[in-house]
């Protein structure tokens, strides 16, 4: 026998009223539910639930707080990264249509040097482009 048990035998058996006194305490059927003695083990229970309810009401309230600030944070990543994206983009759109714009100018500059200087020549294409754009879009 280890010592504690020893000694819980010694108090058990030099102490008799002891051992009564516990027994009648464990047989109660109040002790099931940890109440006192008098009161409902159903209402005990049902208060327990409560609290147990209301623990779990406040703890699903701070998840989703804390769900609605990260979701909140995700957002705002993802703005910051969409407004990166859009400036770069409007550069490039800008590039772009500066090229475009100067491309065009050199195209108009020597469409205009070659009516000057074949101007017979740029009818005809001009005539022939015609006819065969209405002869497409006709049907």
């Known amino acids: 026998m280890g010592l504690i048990a020893r000694d819980i035998n010694a108090v058990v058996l030099t102490n008799p009223p002891f051992l009564f006194s516990v027994m009648s305490e464990t047989t109660s059927s109040d ?35 804390d769900l609605r ?38 195209l108009r500059t020597e469409g205009e040097k070659f009516v000057r200087e074949k101007p017979v020549q740029a009818v005809l294409t001009a005539f022939g482009v015609g006819l065969f754009l209405g002869l497409i879009l006709r049907r």
């Open 31 to 65: 002790a099931a539910f940890g109440s006192a003695p008098g009161t409902d083990p159903f209402q005990t229970a049902k208060a327990s639930a409560m609290k147990a309810a209301e623990e779990l009401r406040a703890a699903a309230s701070a998840k989703a707080q």
């Open 69 to 106: 600030a990260a979701a909140e944070a995700r957002a705002q990543q993802i703005k910051d990264a969409a407004g990166q994206h859009a400036g770069e983009f409007r550069e490039y759109a800008d590039h772009a249509f500066t090229e475009a714009r100067d491309r065009y100018a050199d």
